[in-house]
């Protein structure tokens, strides 16, 4: 009997080692889960956040292209060699495609255009993300 408890001594060790190895494998797959979900989060957000600024842009030069001429109706942008803005008019609704590394976002103006003499004046009625 003192031989088999003797023998037993080492596997029941070796199975502890086991299973406690185990509980810490699935705790650090689990951590670097967590942390690989939080760094997709921050791109996306800084995604939108250079999205919406390249939008803006966007929308501020249509605005001057518009002032100059009445009749534009699109254009493509390129804001840096990441961003590109497509730019569409349809009677008083601007459309805004921003891509930013693949990553697309889609935003819409209101707007109203009127002539005062020679001059061209734009009033910003709704701006939205759609």
């Given at each position: 009997m003192k031989n088999f408890l003797y023998k037993t001594k080492g596997s029941i060790a070796l199975m502890s080692v086991l299973?406690?190895?185990s509980l810490v494998l699935i705790f650090a797959i689990s951590?670097?889960?967590?942390?690989?979900?939080?760094s997709y989060q921050y791109l996306n957000n800084?995604?939108?956040?250079v999205a919406y600024y390249a939008a803006e842009?966007?929308?501020?030069?249509?605005?001057?292209?518009?002032?100059r001429d009445p009749e534009f109706n699109s254009g493509i942008l390129t804001v840096d060699s990441d961003t590109s803005c497509d730019i569409s008019v349809?009677?008083?609704?601007?459309?805004?495609?921003?891509?930013?590394?693949?990553?697309?976002?889609y935003f819409q103006a209101?707007?109203?255009?009127?002539?005062?003499?020679?001059?061209?004046?734009?009033?910003?009625?709704?701006?939205?993300?759609?």
């Open positions: 299973i406690i190895s951590m670097s889960e967590s942390n690989i979900n939080t800084q995604s939108q956040d842009g966007c929308f501020e030069e249509a605005m001057i292209r518009l002032k349809n009677s008083s609704t601007l459309s805004i495609t921003v891509n930013y590394l693949n990553y697309i976002e209101d707007f109203s255009l009127s002539q005062i003499g020679q001059a061209n004046n734009i009033q910003l009625l709704n701006w939205k993300e759609i």
